[in-house]
């Protein structure tokens, strides 16, 4: 088993930025590849992005690359999804998720392990 606890959400302005973490603890961390995704009110749950284990490879869904950046420390059993430049339609709550190294990491239904998620509130 694998538990996942996500924080650093909160209320920020428009063009503001957040840093969210998600420890670990439980299996090695290091063996899984790790997610984030995020849910809207009333929308399904999306791929924000992604990073294999040993952190060289990470994956971004189209619309938030250059704006999101997601890393690891595996000695802290932490990853991190950095957001900048936040829009009001990034406003949700977002997950992390932790799955077999080989999984495509976009399908959510891929990832094992899930926290309970850390809201985002932008305002305009």
């Not at 302005?13 to 590849?33: D, E, H, V, W």
């Not at 994956?59 to 991190?80: E, M």
């Not at 932790?98 to 990832?111: D, H, Q």
Request: contains cysteine.
């Amino acid at each position: 088993q694998v538990q996942l606890v996500e924080s650093g959400g909160g209320l920020v302005q428009t063009g503001g930025s957040l840093r969210l973490s998600c420890i670990a603890s439980g299996r090695t961390f290091s063996n899984y590849a790790m997610g984030w995704f995020r849910q809207a009110p009333g929308k399904e749950r999306e791929f924000v992005a992604a990073i294999r284990w040993s952190g060289s490879s990470t994956h971004y869904a189209d619309s938030l690359k250059g704006r999101f950046t997601i890393s690891r420390d595996n000695a802290k059993n932490t990853v991190y999804l950095q957001m900048n430049s936040l829009k009001p339609e990034d406003t949700a709550v977002y997950y992390c998720a932790a799955g077999l190294e080989s999984i495509v990491v976009v399908k959510k239904n891929e990832y094992d392990y899930w926290g309970q998620g850390t809201q985002v509130t932008v305002s305009s």
